[in-house]
């Protein structure tokens, strides 16, 4: 089971590192370099996930459509072949608008797209077979093997970039982007060796069922435990997601980091990111999961307003220990939350429910995104200081993590598991479907 694991972790990892060239570098030079709005890149950052409500359809669609007596490997292969196009595209996004702002609109809509495309495809149908393949009792070991090696990935591939591309040249981030797409789908393509047995129809007893966006609604307003998880996992991700694109230029317009500095402060976070995995992996089974899950939501939270403060201080040192503090909690937060989000679905409806999880993890990017880059924009207007566009968001997600760490407490697994197993309402969900 142990190279099952790794190779899930290896899929994660390809899918992870296409997303840092624009979250860590692409973002920088466009916001800062280049002078284009925040909302604008935003607008364009979050259009991939206005697709995230396919997942369930996808979830369901390859549990009753294997493709050569397989389930899972050609939606991965196909969403890993888009993520990787997309990347590789996307610097033309930075060159075309300082040349011609539509094509470079339509480059960023073609890139983005692809990307996002590509990472609903594959995102829920490699969670759904590490589910399939872990078991319940293996399950947290698989979850921090995936991420572990997916931290590893991301700090690797900031490294390279930041060294890549000390400072904006178009050739040579064109030529980055293309280094670390190949290196994506070679990771990619090496998770996916054989790793899904092939699926016997004729063995099978029981078919698989059909959902519908309608019915993933019904699972979750039906069921309330469900209902308070999936806003508990938008105000959750989009807090912590939506800092991805404004980390970089904040460093660079606070304390005049250069973009190869600016580069590395994924590594750094993610450095602690990992730290925190190693610590959760070894609190597993001792301590509870919403306990581990509470103080990765709490340390968060400090980062988030440490961050705060070394903008309104202008301290550099203060900046780095609350980036130091968003990763560490960051990494608690993911390892027990996703560990929680496994125990809250049900054998027979593996699709369904990943779905819609998966549903929520795009719609807070998609909040997170739009609220960082509008609201920034807004604010710096509003006061005539670009900085502080930066803080009030920083402060708004430091709230959002208040909420959720206040609703992790009204999550009941128990609840959750007797309310999807209770007769009446598999019927209320079916009936929503005549």
Known sequence: MFLKRFQLALIHTAVAMT?????????????????????????????????????????????????LGYRRTPYIFA?????????????????????????????????????????????????????????????????????????????????????????????????????????????????????????????????????????MTAAITENPVARIFFVYLLLLLAAILGQDVLLEPFGAQAFGMTLEQTSRIVSITNSFTLIAFIIAGFLDGRVKKKYVAQSGNLGALIGFLTIVLSGFTANLTTFYIGITLLGLGTGLSTIANLSLMFDLTVPE????????????????????????????????????????????????????????????YRIDVGAFQKKAHDPSFVEKVALTTE
């Open 19 to 67: 997303l840092v060239p624009i979250n860590s570098t692409l973002n920088r030079v466009m916001i800062f370099d280049l002078g284009i709005s925040k909302t604008l890149f935003t607008l364009l950052a979050i259009f991939p996930y206005l697709l995230s409500p396919i997942q369930v359809a996808i979830g369901s669609f390859s549990d009753r459509h294997p493709v």
């Open 349 to 408: 409806k593996v699709g369904l429910y990943i779905g819609a999880w998966g549903f929520s993890s795009g719609l807070s990017r998609l909040v997170g995104l739009l609220m960082a880059g509008v609201v920034a924009d807004v604010a710096t207007k509003l006061t005539g200081n670009a900085l502080s566009g930066y803080l009030i968001v920083f402060g708004l997600e430091a709230l959002m993590m208040f909420i959720a760490a206040i609703m992790l």
């Open 79 to 215: 969403g890993l072949i888009l993520c990787v196009l997309g990347v590789a595209v996307s610097p033309q996004i930075a060159i075309l608008m300082s040349q011609n702002f539509t094509l470079g609109i339509i480059a960023g809509v073609l890139a983005f797209g692809m990307w996002g495309m590509g990472y609903n495809l594959s995102a829920v149908s490699y969670l759904s077979l590490a589910s399939e393949l872990s078991g319940e009792k293996e399950r947290g070991k698989t979850i921090a093997t995936m991420f572990t090696i997916m931290v590893i990935g991301l700090i690797a591939t900031g490294i390279a970039l930041s060294r890549m591309v000390p400072t904006y040249v178009p050739e040579v981030l064109n030529r980055a982007f293309l280094i670390v797409a190949a290196s994506a789908l070679t990771l990619g393509l090496l998770g996916l060796f054989k790793l899904e047995p092939r699926f016997d129809a004729s063995s099978s007893t029981t078919k698989a069922d059909t959902y519908t966006v309608k019915q």
